[in-house]
């Protein structure tokens, strides 16, 4: 079976697209689609005064655009005029600031080997309707829309792992981490506990090849942070029993579970290594002291891909 594409708009609305079910809720996906497939990538190079070609320096992932052309149909004109208002109220140029659970359009590709995977987009500029003729007399429309994904890359959902403490105020236990895309992945630990709580979190750097890494020597930097252990600041009780630990650089080190920013209390400390694509499950330690039955932490471990469908 081909690949099944849908479309869930901004205001709630639902279009498949394309494949089992295509054109059902009177809109279709027009031929020729751009950037739906890889990624945005742009690789620097630099050559030095007598060197022969050149050496990768930088590896620039961009926003994705993709130009769609999106057909409406109907058997009468007044359904089509609906048909074609509903699809492009499934569209903003921005989440909707009034709407605490707003959440951009998105586009969701799936196949029988992948699964399902979004991408959440928003249009870049206004869509420009070829109107040749009156689409009310020929009850069918082509509307093209220019989109952007900030998040260029396709997603699925969060993989969670966890452990918990059964019993006394101390112990140590196991999560399972893996990365099975073709993106380093950025991880969040979600850490709960009475105050007094302090947890301790693996950070290892990764070596070997693809489908066999393990912790060791980050190849890149030199350093061996195989065995590292975060140590997360003690809970208070203003912290609302927990907190979330990052790994992306473009969010919070670390953040209370009332939303206050924790790193001021880590003494400049923070988590370093992100998994590397293709890392297959690894067992790692995690740790509590001054905790109680029930503290425990979760391991959320994002799935980001750069096409819609393969690359496993």
């Avoid at 993709?66 to 208002?85: F, H, I, K, N």
């Avoid at 992945?185 to 070997?208: Q, R």
Wanted: hydrophobic residues 35%.
């Amino acid at each position: 079976m081909g690949a099944k594409v849908e479309l869930f708009g901004v205001d709630g609305s639902y279009f498949c697209l394309a494949g089992d079910g295509g054109g059902d809720q009177g809109v279709y996906l027009g031929t020729s689609p751009a950037g739906l497939c890889d990624a945005p990538v742009k690789v620097t190079y630099k050559s030095g005064a007598f060197e022969i070609g050149g050496t990768p320096v930088k590896k620039t992932i961009h926003y994705r655009e993709l130009v769609l052309g999106l057909g409406a149909y109907a058997y009468s004109p007044e359904q089509w005029a609906l048909t074609d208002s509903m699809l492009r109220k499934a569209f903003d140029y921005e989440v909707d600031p009034w709407d605490p659970n707003a959440t951009a359009a998105r586009l969701r590709v799936t196949t029988d080997q992948s699964g399902s995977r979004d991408l959440l987009v928003l249009l870049s500029e206004s869509p420009v309707m070829d109107m040749d003729t009156d689409p009310h007399d020929y009850e069918h429309s082509l509307l093209p829309v220019t989109l952007v994904a900030g998040q260029p890359m396709w997603f699925q959902d969060d993989v969670l792992d966890s452990w918990e403490l059964t019993s006394g105020t101390a112990g140590t236990g196991t999560v399972t981490i893996c990365n099975p895309t073709d993106q380093p992945m950025s991880h969040t630990w979600v850490i709960n506990g009475p105050a007094g709580a302090i947890f301790g979190l693996p950070d290892v750097s990764w070596t070997g090849p693809r489908y066999a890494r393990v912790p060791g020597v980050d190849h890149a930097s030199g350093r061996d942070d195989s065995e590292r252990i975060y140590t997360t600041p003690e809970l208070l009780e203003a912290d609302g029993g927990g907190a979330t630990v990052e790994v992306d650089r473009m969010r919070l080190p670390i953040r209370s579970l009332t939303n206050t920013n924790m790193a001021g209390r880590t003494g400049g400390r923070r988590l370093l290594c992100k998994v590397p694509p293709y890392t297959p499950p690894t067992e790692v330690p995690v740790s509590v002291t001054g905790g109680a039955p029930g503290s425990g932490v979760v391991l959320r471990q994002p799935r980001l891909w750069s096409r819609p469908w393969g690359l496993e």
